[in-house]
């Protein structure tokens, strides 16, 4: 039985710093275990040039405690200056590229409408070696909330693959058992998976006609099975599936109980906790260390971190709030008892 395990320090490839106080705030949780966080583009004004990714990644590390490392991929949409974004992609200001189609979720209403718009930038992606990150879901009127990643692989990502054979693909917060096998099944196409699809089904957010707002979140958390393939994936036998949390925080006034709520639940106060947890539950705790510290450097082709940290099995309880000035954010997993905690 393992009382404590040392692992190479994590990075995580998926979180939303949003903006000002929010920003500051979760920069210090971020930064507080992660060497490298990929910081998504989609925040009020979306970042599509590279003059604006250089601010917003001086932003982060100047909020940040540590040696700490923002990565901001361009926000994809339909007229990018083709000069700035290939530039930006070799002077690496640009961590490859972002796709959200258009409405999938919080601050994508520039986003991509019609996937053939984009082909041009997709070229200069697979030509410079940069990665293309992916919120894979096709939303439409006549396709379900639970359908859109199956939608979205079948309609979209195999023309985009087609296309662009050797162009690095990241499915973004994988949802569903169909996503997890067409990542294993396919090449130059690997996964990110977050702690609460792990850890929730659709019960846990939608109940008496109403929605669990803290638990609302795109893509929305789906079946048991879909559960289960999701945790195997992670825990066992995995080189293609690594960490992002898709830590999303909103102002606790912002979550309301029906479907006007904004989307996205907020783990980096106990987000590696939580993944040993998972971990831990799954028989597989020796396995953490490659999917939160090696499998995704290995596939974007960056240094494996060479600093520790380590975890104790200590009980502790997630507390319900994180606030920081005017902002009150509630925490995922909040009055719950996680059995791991980091030490210094
Ligand atoms: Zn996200």
Redesign the pocket.
């Given at each position: 039985m393992n009382n404590h395990i040392e692992i190479t320090q994590p990075d995580d490839w998926?979180v939303?710093f949003r903006e000002g106080d929010m920003l500051e705030m979760v920069t210090n949780f971020s930064s507080r275990i992660n060497k490298r966080c990929v910081a998504?583009p989609n925040t009020q004004i979306p970042i599509t040039d590279s003059n604006k990714a250089s601010i917003y990644k001086e932003q982060i590390i100047k909020a940040s405690k540590n040696d700490f490392e923002p990565l901001v991929p361009c926000y994809l949409k339909d007229n990018l200056d083709l000069d700035d974004f290939r530039i930006g992609l070799q002077k690496k200001i640009f961590f490859g590229s972002k796709l959200y189609p258009t409405n999938a979720?919080t601050n994508s209403k520039h986003g991509v409408s019609d996937i053939s718009k984009i082909f041009k930038y997709l070229e200069i992606l697979e030509e410079e070696n940069s990665p293309l990150l992916i919120h894979g879901e096709k939303v439409a009127d006549n396709i379900d909330i639970f359908d859109r990643e199956k939608f979205f692989i079948d309609d979209e990502l195999n023309i985009i693959r087609s296309k662009f054979p050797l162009l690095k693909i990241v499915l973004?917060?994988v949802s569903t058992s169909y996503g997890v096998k067409y990542i294993k099944d396919n090449t130059n196409i690997a996964g990110t998976i977050t702690p609460h699809h792990m850890l929730l089904t659709k019960k846990d957010v939608f109940f008496d006609q109403k929605i669990n707002p803290h638990h609302f979140c795109m893509p929305v958390v789906k079946n048991e099975t879909d559960l289960i393939e999701l945790r195997k994936a992670a825990c066992h036998d995995n080189s293609k599936f690594f960490l992002g949390t898709?830590s999303?925080p909103h102002h606790i006034d912002e979550k309301k109980p029906d479907m006007s709520s904004k989307p996205g639940i907020f783990s980096a106060p106990c987000s590696i906790e939580l993944y040993a947890e998972i971990f831990d539950q799954e028989n597989a705790i020796n396995n953490l260390e490659i999917f939160s510290s090696i499998n995704g450097a290995r596939f974007y082709n960056l240094p494996i971190n060479n600093s520790k940290i380590k975890l104790e099995k200590t009980e502790w309880i997630v507390p319900e709030l994180s606030s920081y000035k005017d902002i009150k954010v509630k925490n995922f997993y909040s009055n719950k008892k996680i059995n791991w905690k980091v030490v210094n």
């Open positions: 998926h939303h998504m979720t973004e917060h898709d999303a």
